[in-house]
């Protein structure tokens, strides 16, 4: 059984910085592309990033790029997001979820996902 857990999110004022973590369990973490995603209250889920099995490659929302940044430790079967310059519009319910493949955006193509955790960003 699969299961994916993350951990780290809280309130943090605007400029801030916070560092979510996703553990894995049930599979073979090494081969699972990772992403995280956020849901906004009232709007839809959407893509944040995405890193490849080994970590090498990794990808970004344009909303993020050079504040957050998608890493992997494969021995200990965990994904990491760190979040810095964190602003209010990233309020959010930050989710973490696994996939085969090539690396994507889709939210479609993971297969796999956990429950949530709550990042607020105050102003």
């Known amino acids: 059984q699969v299961q994916l857990v993350e951990s780290g999110g809280g309130l943090v004022q605007a400029g801030g910085s916070l560092r979510l973590s996703c553990t894995a369990s049930g599979l073979t973490f090494s081969t699972y592309l990772m992403g995280w995603f956020r849901q906004a209250p009232g709007k839809e889920r959407a893509f944040v990033a995405a890193t490849s099995g080994s970590g090498i490659r990794t990808t970004y929302a344009d909303s993020v790029k050079g504040r957050f940044t998608i890493s992997r430790d494969n021995a200990k079967n965990t994904l990491y997001l760190q979040m810095n310059s964190l602003k209010p519009e990233d309020t959010a319910v930050y989710y973490c979820?696994?996939?085969?493949?090539?690396?994507?955006?889709?939210?479609?193509?993971?297969?796999?996902w956990g429950q949530g955790t709550q990042v607020t960003v105050s102003s």
């Open positions: 979820a696994a996939g085969l493949g090539l690396l994507t955006t889709m939210s479609t193509l993971y297969s796999y």
